[in-house]
């Protein structure tokens, strides 16, 4: 199974809500990443976990605050966001090594638009 | 600062041509390299994965990999117009993070 899930597909929200993105996967792997999306753009790593720690956060805005409550969750609470946080939202997933077996596999991915 | 590099496109080949994509990297150590497809509006998708130099294939992707010359490439035979999409190189190196390179869009017309 090489499947990472992601909820919701879709999400519009006002600069004043606070909202979250779910992703789960089930391959046992011990390292997940959020990257944010723009159109005609590759994905922009923002966050990193690795066994449960966060090991990479990439000066990304404190209105997103990952969360990973367990090895196969990972979530991205959303809070104050701004229209041009709009893009798409990855998670992925892989093992942390960096020799073989160090495949990553993404989500079907959020659609965000922030109004 | 690692440095993966790809020709952003349009690479436009007909139906049935091969497609031929290439990558450059700048990190000597690299170790693994990763082909992923990524159509309109969707994920990556990972087709295939590469680490010793020398050609692997699958179905009608071929990858070569050549660590002296640091490149990789990605070579779709029969192309069919279904193959129209960004394909992106991704690299890993001393980290088990990968570093993307911009994508190519390969356009395949019929």
């Given at each position: ?115 | ?68 010359s640091q490149y ?35 356009i395949v017309h019929?």
């Amino acid at each position: 199974d090489t499947e990472v899930t992601q909820t919701p597909k879709h999400l519009v929200m006002g600069m004043t809500n606070k909202k979250s993105l779910k992703c789960e996967q089930h391959m046992g792997h011990r390292a997940m990443y959020w990257y944010k999306q723009k159109a005609k753009k590759p994905p922009e790593l923002m966050f990193v976990y690795s066994y449960e720690k966060l090991s990479i956060n990439e000066s990304v805005p404190s209105r997103f605050s990952p969360e990973c409550p367990n090895s196969s969750l990972l979530n991205l609470h959303l809070h104050a966001l701004q229209p041009e946080d709009s893009a798409l939202y990855l998670c992925a997933s892989s093992q942390p090594t960096s020799g073989r077996s160090n495949e990553q596999f993404f989500g079907p991915g959020t659609r965000l638009t922030v109004l | 600062q690692k440095e993966v590099e790809q020709n952003s496109g349009p690479l436009s080949v007909p139906e049935g041509a091969i497609a031929s994509l290439n990558c450059t990297y700048s990190d000597r150590v690299s170790q693994s390299f990763f082909w992923y497809r990524q159509y309109s509006g969707k994920s990556p998708e990972l087709i295939m994965s590469i680490y010793s130099n020398g050609d692997k294939e699958d179905g009608r992707f071929t990858a070569q990999l050549n660590k002296a010359s640091q490149y990789v490439s990605l070579l779709i035979r029969d192309s069919q117009p279904s193959d129209s999409a960004t394909y992106l190189c991704a690299v890993t190196g001393g980290s088990y993070i990968p570093t993307f390179g911009r994508g190519t869009s390969l356009i395949v017309h019929p």
